[in-house]
T-cell receptor, first 114, second 113 residues
Framework: GAGVSQTPSNKVTEKGKYVELRCDPI?????LYWYRQSLGQGPEFLIY????????DSGLPNDRFFAVRPEGSVSTLKIQRTERGDSAVYLC????????????FGPGTRLTVT | GQQVMQIPQYQHVQEGEDFTTYCNSS?????IQWYKQRPGGHPVFLIQ?????EVKKQKRLTFQFGEAKKNSSLHITATQTTDVGTYFC?????????????FGKGTLLTVNP
């Protein structure tokens, strides 16, 4: 079956611009996660959705970052006023149920802020 | 906050040699998960260990979870070139949000054919 998909695969933007990154989880998976991975580091938790609501957004770096999942499936990570330090690979993952279940990762979106 | 450390950071082996990576958490874990990320790829789930002292095997891979549930190891017997990649351990803190994985920095394994 289809895995987690993310678009775009690459995004280059200028400092100060707004970007949206999209994640399409595996069908039927209730839990959705966003991570950020910098070079040489492991994925860093950003936010977790159970259904439509953000159950835990404690990993979002600041209020420039926001994510939604309006219908409990597709999710969009939104970054306002991008900074060069936001450059990283943004990974989305989903799991059948939250907690203690394997997470299936998408291919990621490589964001470069110039 | 919770920290997960992995050693070594890098390991280069000749094909056929064994490989071990170690994972240590600053706090007790609810469970430990291992992921593999091929160069240019995304993390792929390998296994989850839940019980104290648990040992699981997958072909040439052996995973252990420490008695105190704060450390874990992955051992690969007779490495192959297909084993190349970065191996991450990750776990949620015990008694906390069991969906919230903290990842180590990973161990990058390269294999010389």
């Amino acid at each position: 079956g289809a895995g987690v998909s993310q678009t775009p695969s690459n995004k280059v933007t200028e400092k100060g611009k707004y970007v949206e990154l999209r994640c399409d989880p595996i069908s039927g998976h209730t839990a959705l996660y966003w991570y950020r991975q910098s070079l040489g580091q492991g994925p860093e938790f950003l936010i977790y959705f159970q259904g439509t609501g953000a159950a835990d957004d404690s990993g979002l770096p600041n209020d420039r970052f926001f994510a939604v999942r309006p219908e409990g499936s597709v999710s969009t990570l939104k970054i306002q006023r991008t900074e060069r330090g936001d450059s990283a690979v943004y990974l989305c993952a989903s799991s059948l149920f939250p907690g203690g279940y394997e997470q299936y990762f998408g291919p990621g979106t490589r964001l470069t802020v110039t | 906050g919770q920290q997960v450390m992995q050693i070594p950071q890098y390991q280069h082996v000749q094909e056929g040699e064994d490989f071990t990576t170690y994972c240590n958490s600053s706090t007790t874990l609810s469970n430990i998960q291992w992921y593999k990320q091929r160069p240019g790829g995304h993390p792929v789930f390998l296994i989850q260990l839940v019980k104290s002292g648990e040992v699981k095997k997958q072909k040439r891979l052996t995973f252990q979870f420490g008695e105190a549930k704060k450390n874990s190891s992955l051992h690969i017997t007779a490495t192959q070139t297909t084993d190349v990649g970065t191996y991450f351990c990750a776990g949620p803190p015990s008694g906390g949000s069991n969906y919230k994985l903290t990842f180590g920095k990973g161990t990058l394994l390269t294999v010389n054919p």
